[in-house]
């Protein structure tokens, strides 16, 4: 991207991490990761004394599910790095990339089509990427039916009704309409399409019946699991990335790179209670891993054409 003038925030971040660097030289890292570890520390940000790192998520239907779901592993962050990690609650997918182009927060979880789009218009770079519950940094994309549903593949959805997701999801928008042209099956051969605001909504209106099919991220397909039933599965990608802008300080970025790295996968049974997004931990992310999306918005545009996202 070339160099890049630093924001001043950014600087008071490097500034931090190199302050705090000098003073713990000497000094025992466990014994500050116990201190920094502490629910009553951890939480209480009034006395804490250190400089904000916002991480923004969607606040979804219940914010305070999100917090209850998010909190932890701002605990933990704040625990392994010099930063006192805080949440960020976005209403929407523009919100959080609102939040990424103004500043608002360091850190936004986004689709892949968000992240490509982030990419080119104001220099997002993907920082980590979650694992799944097998311990791969990859998702896909699954057509979910109410069971006992006489469909039996993607073909047979032709004249029938059909729910996505927003036109920034990857997992109920992009790919399944990939996977659809792959099959053969043009829009115009479905009945009814419409297009929801999450993928939870998108389960909603498969179960209440008012859509035969509709496509999901797979971690919600299983989630709905005892109700609905897979259609068709795309084959995996890299799961969606947290990212940061280009201008954040290089020892910053990998401060807290390695501190979501430090999260153990064997341990995610001892977090349940985490967001199921973040409980697995997570693997490196570049933007080279997300080459292939870029290929499929190619012959799949969302709502630009595919011309806002990029080349490889």
Same mark, same amino acid.
């Given at each position: 991207?070339?160099?890049?003038?630093?924001?001043?925030?950014?600087?008071q971040l490097?500034?931090?991490?190199?302050?705090?660097?000098?003073?713990?030289?000497?000094?025992?890292?466990?014994?500050?990761?116990?201190?920094?570890?502490?629910?009553?520390?951890?939480?209480?940000?009034?006395?804490?004394?250190?400089?904000?790192?916002g991480y923004?998520?969607?606040?979804?239907?219940?914010?305070?599910?999100?917090?209850?779901?998010?909190?932890?592993?701002?605990?933990?962050?704040?625990?392994?790095?010099?930063?006192?990690?805080?949440?960020?609650?976005?209403?929407?997918?523009?919100?959080?990339?609102?939040?990424?182009?103004?500043?608002?927060?360091?850190?936004?979880?986004?689709?892949?089509?968000?992240?490509?789009?982030?990419?080119?218009?104001?220099?997002?770079?993907?920082?980590?990427?979650?694992?799944?519950?097998?311990?791969?940094?990859?998702?896909?994309?699954?057509?979910?039916?109410?069971?006992?549903?006489?469909?039996?593949?993607?073909?047979?959805?032709?004249?029938?009704?059909?729910?996505?997701?927003?036109?920034?999801?990857?997992?109920?928008?992009?790919?399944?309409?990939?996977?659809?042209?792959? $099959?053969?099956? +043009? !829009?115009?051969?479905?009945?009814?399409? *419409?297009?929801?605001?999450? /993928? &939870?909504? =998108?389960?909603?209106?498969?179960?209440?019946?008012?859509?035969?099919?509709?496509?999901?991220?797979?971690?919600?397909?299983?989630?709905?699991?005892?109700?609905?039933?897979?259609?068709?599965?795309?084959?995996?990608?890299?799961?969606?990335?947290?990212?940061?802008?280009?201008?954040?300080?290089?020892?910053?970025?990998?401060?807290?790179?390695? $501190?979501?790295? +430090? !999260?153990?996968?064997?341990?995610?049974? *001892?977090?349940?209670?985490? /967001? &199921?997004? =973040?409980?697995?931990?997570?693997?490196?992310?570049?933007?080279?891993d997300y080459?292939?999306?870029?290929?499929?918005?190619?012959?799949?545009?969302?709502?630009?054409?595919?011309?806002?996202?990029?080349?490889?």
């Amino acid at each position: 991207m070339g160099a890049q003038k630093l924001h001043p925030r950014w600087y008071q971040l490097s500034s931090t991490l190199a302050l705090t660097t000098v003073l713990s030289l000497g000094c025992d890292r466990a014994e500050r990761v116990d201190r920094g570890s502490s629910s009553a520390e951890s939480r209480d940000s009034s006395n804490d004394s250190r400089v904000a790192i916002g991480y923004g998520v969607m606040a979804g239907d219940d914010p305070g599910l999100t917090y209850k779901g998010y909190q932890p592993l701002m605990d933990h962050l704040t625990a392994h790095t010099p930063f006192l990690f805080q949440l960020r609650l976005a209403r929407t997918s523009d919100d959080l990339l609102r939040y990424v182009e103004e500043r608002m927060a360091e850190i936004v979880p986004l689709s892949s089509v968000s992240y490509l789009e982030s990419h080119v218009q104001f220099g997002a770079v993907p920082l980590v990427r979650p694992l799944n519950r097998e311990s791969q940094p990859v998702t896909q994309s699954v057509f979910v039916v109410r069971r006992g549903s006489p469909l039996r593949d993607l073909v047979d959805l032709k004249g029938r009704s059909l729910a996505l997701g927003s036109f920034h999801s990857t997992w109920s928008n992009l790919i399944p309409r990939h996977e659809l042209l792959r $099959a053969g099956v +043009s !829009l115009e051969d479905l009945e009814r399409l *419409e297009h929801f605001d999450n /993928d &939870e909504a =998108v389960a909603a209106a498969v179960l209440e019946g008012r859509f035969d099919a509709g496509a999901v991220e797979d971690v919600v397909a299983y989630r709905h699991q005892e109700e609905l039933e897979p259609l068709h599965a795309s084959d995996p990608l890299p799961s969606d990335p947290l990212v940061i802008r280009d201008d954040l300080p290089t020892r910053v970025s990998q401060t807290v790179r390695e $501190a979501f790295l +430090s !999260l153990d996968f064997h341990q995610a049974q *001892e977090r349940q209670h985490w /967001d &199921e997004n =973040v409980r697995y931990g997570f693997a490196p992310a570049a933007d080279s891993d997300y080459h292939a999306v870029r290929e499929i918005l190619k012959t799949v545009p969302t709502r630009c054409e595919g011309t806002c996202h990029g080349n490889p």
